[in-house]
């Protein structure tokens, strides 16, 4: 059964303190890993695919980073507006997506 | 471009009543994944559909339904609530099955309260 775990559960940054949260995954066959940022209220939205290990996506403040066990969504100096839930998510080959918990980022002016 | 469109967006049914949800994909889009969340459990894949077929379902009770119109909009039923259900159920939209692409869209969602 594929699992997903992220943290840490809650994350509380000052403005311009970067950081990373953390997806560690078990998949049989992963076809990719992706991040949904979802605000308070509203659906998530899709960030980053990433496909194979040692693959990296950025925008804008963020990255993303794959290994074969764990991805990484680093935050660089990050703005209140990057508060939101970020999920994690895998996918096996030919399977639906499964979602981690998510980890909930404040980020304070 | 219009995006997901899920209605109603809240509701309050009590335990024992059944409630629909109805859910319009992107235009093009032929797939529609129905999600529920909850604080604790986070986001959980109740089904798929495409092309008017179910193609993948969840680990969820025969009391959760769906299904899909020709025009590919979707609606999903809930019978016999319990308290348990009341969460946040979302609704994901693909060009094809997921299983040929991770990148959904999701719409609001519809916010359900059992009482």
């Known amino acids: 059964e594929d699992q997903v775990t992220q943290s840490p559960e809650a994350l509380r940054l000052q403005e311009g303190e970067s950081s990373s949260l953390n997806c560690s995954y078990t998949v049989s066959g992963l076809r990719g890993l992706f991040w949904y940022r979802q605000d308070p209220g509203k659906g998530p939205e899709f960030l980053f695919t990433?496909?194979?290990a040692g693959e990296e996506k950025e925008k804008e403040r963020l990255k993303a980073t794959l290994t074969k066990k764990e991805s990484f969504l680093h935050i660089t100096a990050p703005k209140p507006e990057d508060s939101a839930t970020y999920l994690c998510a895998v996918q096996a080959r030919y399977s639906t997506l499964t979602f981690g918990k998510g980890t909930m980022l404040l980020v304070s002016p | 471009k219009a995006g997901v469109t899920q209605t109603p967006r809240y509701l309050i049914k009590t335990r024992g009543q059944q409630v629909t949800l109805s859910c319009s994909p992107i235009?093009?889009?032929?797939?529609v994944s129905w999600y529920q969340q909850t604080p604790g459990q986070g986001l959980q894949f109740l089904f798929e559909?495409?092309?008017?077929?179910?193609?993948n379902k969840g680990n969820f009770p025969g009391r959760f339904s769906g299904r899909q119109f020709s025009n590919s909009r979707s609606e999903m039923n809930v019978s016999t609530l319990e308290l348990g259900d009341s969460a946040l159920y979302l609704c994901?939209?693909?060009?094809?099955?997921?299983?040929?692409?991770?990148?959904?869209?999701f719409g609001e969602g519809s916010r359900l309260t059992v009482l």
């Open positions: 235009s093009g889009h032929r797939s």
């Open positions: 559909y495409f092309s008017e077929t179910q193609r």
């Open positions: 994901a939209s693909s060009r094809t099955v997921q299983g040929n692409t991770g990148e959904l869209f």
């Open positions: 990433l496909y194979s």
